[in-house]
């Protein structure tokens, strides 16, 4: 079993930044591919950028390239997301996930087995 925990989100005035952290129990943390998605009001759960068990491979959606980093640090089993140039339409809640079943990076919610609780981002316009 993995335990995530999210941290970081909050109320930021667009062109802003926030880092979110994941923190995450269990030895295996430095195997599993790891996600981060957002879910808006009234919308389904979206993939935002994912990461290699590694960190040497990382993926974004489209709208985010450019802005958004993903990155891990294994010996600490965290995950981050740096968020920049955020945009009124980034407002979400963002989820971290994590994969044992994967061997490389994947957007599918499906394909991820544990998730955190979620924290809440608000970018103002």
């Known amino acids: 079993q993995v335990q995530l925990v999210e941290s970081g989100g909050g109320l930021v005035q667009a062109g802003g930044s926030l880092r979110l952290s994941c923190a995450a129990s269990g030895r295996t943390f430095r195997t599993y591919v790891m996600g981060w998605f957002c879910q808006a009001p009234g919308k389904e759960r979206e993939f935002v950028a994912g990461?290699?068990?590694?960190?040497?491979?990382?993926y974004y959606r489209d709208s985010v390239k450019g802005r958004f980093t993903i990155s891990r640090d294994n010996a600490k089993n965290m995950v981050y997301l740096q968020m920049n140039s955020l945009k009124a339409e980034d407002t979400a809640v963002y989820y971290c996930a994590a994969s044992r079943s994967v061997l490389k990076v994947v957007s599918s919610t499906g394909s991820y087995d544990y998730w955190g609780q979620g924290t809440q981002v608000t970018v103002s316009s």
């Open positions: 990461i290699s068990w590694s960190g040497g491979t990382t």
